[in-house]
């Protein structure tokens, strides 16, 4: 298998929190904060949401709040400092003016779409090959081999936790989920989730540019092993 493109192609970045009561008080004066930056907006009495399109459905950032969460997600992305800037300027504020001190989870979600040289089901076998043993599917009777596939593995490195999911995507999965304009034919999904649970808020200033780094690492090492 040989890799011809890798595209970031959306990242979600999310905080869970105590409810907050503050968060009627406060939500009017965060939406304006947040108005220069994403200028469309959509307000009632339990969440505020925010995009950079007239219309949600066809935003690329669109920014949620309610009285227990926030999350910010940001298609077509390319680069990662686009969303970095952008999730740390709304969730600084968020816990600055809702005077949040600890999170019960804060983390980020990166979707990664592969141009490869395979056909969607020479890559399907492919990653059979790599991921898992005939043995498996002798046990349970899978014959022939499976038509698809999804790899998910959750695990933690110190004190943060990741969720890995790969598998192929056809071109019909490609438009609906990610990109309505693509010409891939076949795509290889790469989607790290990569998160704390229940840590002071001081403690995840940091959080965006580390996490960034270790999935960077981390995909880099998985590249050489599929390619291998």
Not at 192 to 217: G, M, Q, V, W
Request: charged share 30%; proline share 3%.
């Amino acid at each position: 298998m040989i890799i011809k493109e890798r595209l970031l192609q959306q990242a979600i970045g999310e905080i869970r929190f105590k409810p907050k009561l503050s968060f009627h008080r406060y939500r009017f004066d965060l939406s304006d904060k947040f108005l220069e930056k994403l200028p469309s907006w959509n307000l009632n009495w339990r969440i505020i949401e925010l995009f950079d399109q007239k219309e949600k459905e066809k935003s690329n950032r669109i920014f949620s709040l309610t009285n227990h969460a926030a999350s910010l997600l940001f298609k077509k992305l390319g680069v990662y400092e686009n969303f970095k800037s952008l999730a740390q300027f709304l969730f600084e504020n968020t816990v600055k003016d809702l005077n949040i001190d600890s999170f019960i989870r804060y983390g980020i979600r990166l979707f990664y779409l592969y141009e490869i040289d395979l056909s969607f089901a020479n890559l399907k076998d492919h990653l059979l090959g790599r991921l898992y043993k005939d043995d498996l599917f002798r046990a349970i009777e899978i014959t022939p081999a499976p038509e698809d596939l999804a790899y998910v593995i959750v695990f933690k490195r110190a004190n943060k936790k990741f969720r890995l999911t790969l598998g192929p995507l056809s071109r019909e999965e490609i438009r609906n989920n990610f990109a309505e304009d693509s010409d891939l034919e076949v795509a290889l999904l790469i989607d790290i989730d990569c998160y704390f649970e229940n840590i002071p808020a001081r403690e995840t200033r940091p959080f965006l540019a580390e996490s960034f780094h270790e999935i960077s690492k981390m995909r880099e090492q998985l590249d050489a092993y599929l390619q291998g």
